[in-house]
């Protein structure tokens, strides 16, 4: 399993145009396959950062899949569709993610993958992309898995790890680590906007402390997926 993470710069004007876009001719596109889906849709929550900023997670079987998603954009049956979402669209960022051996999400069956739109209560996601210092990937990757996802578990009122990732090998920035976690408790980030961490959680064994020797830099988005965005 693949996943193609993709950060979208969108013309403020024509938001609306993008999502309706990939509601109704890249989802079907996908759908009408068995090679990739699209997973998620998810807009950047006004106020958390650039503004009409879209993420879009879309799942591909293997590698041989990709090189036939890649070809029809290229040269293919989705090449216009590519064309004019460029006229929408300031930029796009893409990437290659693979998931971490501890990640809950380890495989997707594309079967179980909607391919129409339905309608649903929006889900809020907290995206974590982590760059652990150099010659410290794999403890990193270990240590968030045996330390910050069992903590999180163990508490469990704010977030849950639902997926872990890093970057396949010559895609995006080397030794990137995304925590893709949902939000349980929208209203418990409210102190953690407007105050500092609290000390107990700043301590030695915890993870904002011990941490600090495998990384101190990364970034947080807030995600909200488009009310038919398929991935439940």
């Known amino acids: 399993m693949l996943l193609l993470h993709e950060v979208h710069s969108v013309h403020g004007a024509r938001e609306t145009e993008f999502e309706k876009a990939y509601r109704d001719e890249w989802m079907p596109a996908l759908g009408a396959g068995d ?4 997973l998620y849709f998810l807009h950047l929550a006004h106020g958390s950062g650039p503004s009409y900023r879209v993420v879009t997670i879309t799942v ?3 590698g041989a899949a990709y090189e036939s998603l890649v070809r029809r954009i290229e040269s293919g049956d989705l090449r216009s569709f590519a064309t004019s979402l460029d006229r929408i669209r ?3 960022h893409a990437k290659i993610l693979l998931p971490l051996p501890w990640s809950p999400l380890q495989e997707i069956l594309l079967t179980d993958v909607p391919t129409k739109p339905a ?3 929006p889900t809020l996601y907290m995206e974590d992309t982590v760059w652990p210092e150099e010659g410290k990937l794999e403890t990193y990757v270990e240590r968030s898995g045996s330390h910050y996802a ?3 578990r163990s508490r469990g009122e704010i977030l849950t790890v639902d997926a872990s990732f890093r970057t396949a090998f010559g895609s995006g920035r080397r030794r990137e680590i995304i925590l893709w976690q949902k939000v349980m408790r929208p209203d418990f980030l409210v102190p953690l906007l407007t105050r500092e961490v609290p000390e107990r959680f700043r301590q030695p ?5 011990d941490a600090l020797e495998l990384r101190d830099q990364w970034r947080s988005r807030l995600l909200r997926t488009a009310p038919w965005s398929p991935w439940r």
């Open 35 to 38: 090679e990739a889906r699209l």
């Open 60 to 62: 591909v079987r293997d």
């Open 90 to 92: 300031h930029d796009v």
């Open 119 to 121: 309608e649903a209560e």
């Open 150 to 152: 069992s903590e999180m």
């Open 205 to 209: 064994g915890t993870w904002m402390h």
